[in-house]
C-alpha cells in the first residue's frame, strides 16, 4: 500500500512538473514576440529545470560565482518559477533602479500567511505600499533626520558603556542598542535590557527571514498548499505560520498600542509614531505597520554593520590607528566626536563606505517581481519572473574594487580625480522599492563608528600562550547575511577615554 501510494504520488509529481515545463515553454512563444532567449545559466534538467541548483545556504555567493561563466545576468527556473539575478550594479540599476515595471514584490505566501502582506518592505506595488511609503518618507527624508541626532548619539554612547563593561558581548549588545535606539525613536519607548518584551518580539520575528525567499517553503513553490488544513500530512507549515502570526501581530500591535495609551493619559513622549498620530488624515492601521516595519528591518541593519566594523578593525590593526590618527587631529581627545566634524573627517568616511561594502548588511537585495515582458542586453526577460539584485556580487566587482575581499578604504580616496562607486548606490536596494530609512541608518551607524574609534582599540583575540587568534570571516550557514561569531579583544584607549564614556 505504501508503496503504491509512493508510486502515485511520484507519478503526480512528475505529471504536474510536466504540465509546468510544456506551459512554460508554450508562454515563452507567445510572449515573446522578439523570439530573443533568456539570460545564460547553469544547464537545466530536463522537468524539473534548476531546482537541484539552488543554493540551500549562502546563495549569493553561488551566483556571484557563476557570474564569470554566465554573466552579469543569470537566468534559473524551476517548477514554474523564472528568476533574474543581477550580478553587476550597472544591470541592477538598468533595471530595478529606472524602470517602474521592476517595482513589484513576487508573491510569498508563507509570509503572507504569518501576516506580512502589509510590510512596506514586502507588499505588492499597490496603494497601501504608496501610502506607507508617503508616511515614512515624513520623518525619514536626509532633511529631517537631524531632529534624530540627540537620540542616536545617546544610543551610541550607551553602546560605549556596554563595551567597556561587558566587551565581550560585542554582538548581543549591538543588538540591543540598535533596539534601544529605533523603540526610542519611532515609540518614544525606553529599554533597558535584551529581556524586554519588544526586543524579544524582534529577535523572533528575524526567523521569518528564513522564508523571505521563493524557494524558502513548499507553500511559496506551489502556493495552493496554502489551503490545505494544519491536520493535513506535510502541512507542518500551517502550525509554524500560526505561531509566527501572533509573533507579528504582537510586534506590530503592543508598542503602537503603548503610545495611544500614552497619548491619552498625556504620558507620550515625542516620537515618529506619536506625530503620525497626530496626523487626522493618517489611517491608524497604516501607522503601525509603517512603524514596525521600521523596526523590524532597522535593528539588523544596525546591528550587523557595526558587528562587521568591530571585525575589519581587528583584521585590520593599520585601518584602524589611521582613523583614530584623524579623530585625535581633528577633534581632540577631550571630547567625542559630533555629527558636526562629519566632513572634517575625509578617512573615517573613507572608512564608512568600505564598511558597508565589506560584508554587506544585505548580501542579495529583497525580490522584486517585473510585472511585464521587457528586453536587456539582448535577452528576454520574462514578466512575473523574480529580480534579484546581488549585492555581493556588486561589492566583489574586480572592476570596481580591486583586491575587493581586502578592506581597504583608501580606495575611495579621490586620485586623479576618479570617483570609485558609493557602496550606498547599491547596499540600501533600488529605485522605488530601496531603503526608505537609509538615511536614518547612515546617521546611526556612522555615530556608533566614531565614537568608537574614538575610544577604543579592537584588536585580535590571543591564545594561552599569547599567540594572536585570526578572527572568522564570512557569512554564517543560511539565507540572511549574519556574519559567523567572532572573537575580539575590545579595551578603552586610554584612562581618558574611560572617564569619557563614563562622563567623568
Known amino acids: 500500500m505504501f508503496y503504491w501510494a509512493y508510486a502515485a504520488a511520484s507519478l503526480l509529481a512528475v505529471a504536474a512538473a510536466l504540465t509546468i515545463e510544456i506551459f512554460r515553454r508554450s508562454r515563452n512563444t507567445k510572449s515573446n514576440p522578439r523570439c530573443l532567449p533568456p539570460p545564460p545559466g547553469p544547464k537545466a534538467d530536463p522537468l524539473i529545470g534548476h531546482a537541484r ?98 537620540e542616536q548619539q545617546n544610543a551610541a554612547r550607551a553602546y560605549l558603556n556596554m563595551l567597556l563593561d561587558s566587551p565581550k558581548d560585542f554582538s548581543d549588545n549591538a543588538r540591543l542598542m540598535a533596539g534601544k535606539l529605533i523603540m526610542s525613536t519611532i515609540y518614544g519607548i525606553q529599554v533597558e535590557s535584551s529581556q524586554n518584551q519588544f526586543i524579544v518580539y524582534a529577535e523572533r520575528i528575524m526567523d521569518l527571514a528564513k522564508y523571505a525567499s521563493p524557494g524558502a517553503a513548499y507553500v511559496n513553490i506551489f502556493p495552493i498548499l496554502k489551503y490545505v488544513p494544519s491536520w493535513f500530512p506535510g502541512a507542518k507549515f500551517k502550525k509554524e505560520a500560526k505561531r509566527l502570526r501572533a509573533l507579528v501581530e504582537s510586534m506590530m500591535d503592543h508598542p503602537f498600542q503603548r503610545v495611544k495609551s500614552d497619548r491619552s493619559t498625556g504620558a507620550a513622549v515625542s516620537s515618529f509614531t506619536s506625530q503620525l498620530l497626530e496626523d487626522v488624515d493618517a489611517n491608524e492601521e497604516d501607522i503601525k505597520w509603517v512603524t514596525g516595519a521600521m523596526y523590524g528591518a532597522g535593528v539588523d541593519t544596525i546591528s550587523e554593520s557595526i558587528i562587521s566594523f568591530i571585525l575589519a ?26 555629527f558636526e566634524d562629519r566632513p572634517s573627517l575625509p578617512y573615517v568616511e573613507c572608512l564608512f563606505k568600505e564598511n558597508l561594502r565589506w ?16 528586453y536587456y542586453e539582448g535577452y528576454w526577460i520574462p514578466a512575473g519572473s523574480t529580480v534579484l539584485g546581488n549585492t555581493w556580487a556588486m561589492s566583489r566587482d574586480e572592476s570596481v574594487y580591486k583586491d575587493a575581499d581586502t578592506f581597504s578604504p583608501e580606495r575611495f580616496e579621490s586620485k586623479n580625480g576618479e570617483i570609485v562607486l558609493d557602496p550606498q548606490e547599491f547596499v540600501f536596494g533600488f529605485g522605488r522599492r530601496s531603503c526608505a530609512g537609509l538615511h536614518f541608518a547612515d546617521a546611526s551607524l556612522y555615530i556608533a563608528i566614531v565614537y568608537i574609534l574614538a575610544t577604543f582599540d579592537i584588536s585580535k583575540s590571543k591564545d594561552e600562550n599569547g599567540v594572536e587568534i585570526e578572527p572568522k570571516k564570512g557569512y554564517a550557514p543560511g539565507l540572511v547575511g549574519h556574519l559567523e561569531p567572532f572573537e575580539c579583544s575590545i579595551t578603552p584607549r586610554s584612562a581618558r577615554a574611560a572617564a569619557l564614556i563614563r562622563g567623568e
Not at 94 to 108: A, F, N, Q, T, V
Not at 313 to 338: C, F, N, W
Open 53 to 150: 541548483h539552488f543554493p540551500a545556504e549562502t546563495p549569493w555567493i553561488k551566483f556571484a560565482e557563476w557570474k564569470k561563466p554566465f554573466g552579469d545576468i543569470l537566468y534559473l527556473h524551476a517548477l514554474g518559477n523564472n528568476i533574474i539575478v543581477l550580478n553587476s550594479y550597472t544591470a541592477a540599476r538598468d533595471l530595478l533602479g529606472k524602470k517602474s515595471i521592476y517595482s513589484d514584490r513576487p508573491e510569498l505566501p508563507f509570509l503572507e500567511l504569518v501576516g506580512l502582506g502589509r510590510s512596506i518592505v514586502l507588499s505588492k506595488y499597490n496603494d497601501m505600499w504608496r501610502r506607507h511609503r508617503k508616511l515614512m518618507y515624513t520623518f525619514m527624508q536626509k532633511s529631517a533626520i537631524e531632529v534624530c541626532w540627540t
Open 313 to 338: 578593525m581587528a583584521s585590520y590593526p593599520g585601518v584602524q590607528k589611521r582613523a583614530q590618527e584623524e579623530i585625535d587631529r581633528v577633534v581632540g581627545t577631550d571630547r567625542l566626536p559630533k
Open 359 to 374: 560584508y554587506p548588511v544585505t548580501p542579495i537585495g529583497a525580490p522584486h517581481r517585473v510585472t511585464e515582458d521587457d
